[in-house]
């Protein structure tokens, strides 16, 4: 007796919800995505081969480039509005919600707080030109606004978030060895003893048995 082979389909698969979902989730980044502006300095900062990351927030950050520049720079908006507000009144410079508002978009600023309402008025692709020439925060001794801001940030964030804040010193890797020593020193006579100093990252040495 002929043995009966069973009729065997290929399968199918439907691709159409596929693509509706890779359609959508496209979409989704489109909307959502916000793209940072730019740094006002870029630094390339010494590597090394610790595998230590920093906080993923409430971070605080001293930038110093390779002409003795200090920039400063926050994560929170919110905190960067209630900084600018608290180190303004101490000067007496005052801000116009437009200024506050646009300095909270900032990563970043190297300005005297004299200079920095009409360095705020200015357009994107001008304070990219002027970012260059711009002095950097002071940190002398006798006009320094720097710790003024280190201050000002530590304190908002602990009132409005009830959250310490991270300290970063991000040094490019010709920045002056004496800048960075100043700056740690001026920290620490004001208690401030915890900081990350950010390097990049490079494979670590292999030892072959």
Not at 40 to 49: E, F, G, I, K, L
Not at 137 to 149: A, F, R
Not at 151 to 175: C, E, H
């Amino acid at each position: 007796m002929p043995k009966v082979k069973p009729h065997r389909t290929s399968p199918s698969l439907d691709m159409t919800p596929m693509v509706d979902l890779a359609f959508l989730l496209v979409t989704f980044f489109m909307l959502t995505t916000q793209f940072r502006p730019d740094e006002a300095v870029v630094v390339d900062p010494p590597s090394s081969t610790s595998d230590l990351r920093a906080p993923d927030s409430d971070i605080l950050t001293l930038i110093v480039d390779s002409k003795k520049r200090v920039f400063f720079g926050y994560d929170k908006a919110p905190i960067k509005e209630a900084i600018i507000k608290e180190v303004g009144a101490k000067y007496g410079v005052s801000f116009t919600p437009t200024q506050v508002k646009q300095f909270a978009l900032l990563p970043n600023f190297g300005v005297p707080i004299a200079q920095l309402g009409s360095y705020l008025d200015k357009d994107t692709e001008q304070r990219k030109a002027l970012n260059p020439t711009l002095p950097g925060i002071p940190y002398d001794s006798l006009n320094n606004q720097m710790i003024d801001w280190v201050i000002a940030a530590r304190k908002a964030n602990a009132t409005q978030f009830q959250k310490p804040t991270y300290l970063v010193i991000k040094g490019d890797g010709d920045a002056d060895v004496k800048t960075i020593q100043t700056i740690i020193k001026v920290l620490q006579e004001k208690d401030i003893n915890r900081f990350n100093l950010q390097t990049s990252l490079e494979m670590k040495p292999t030892t072959v048995n």
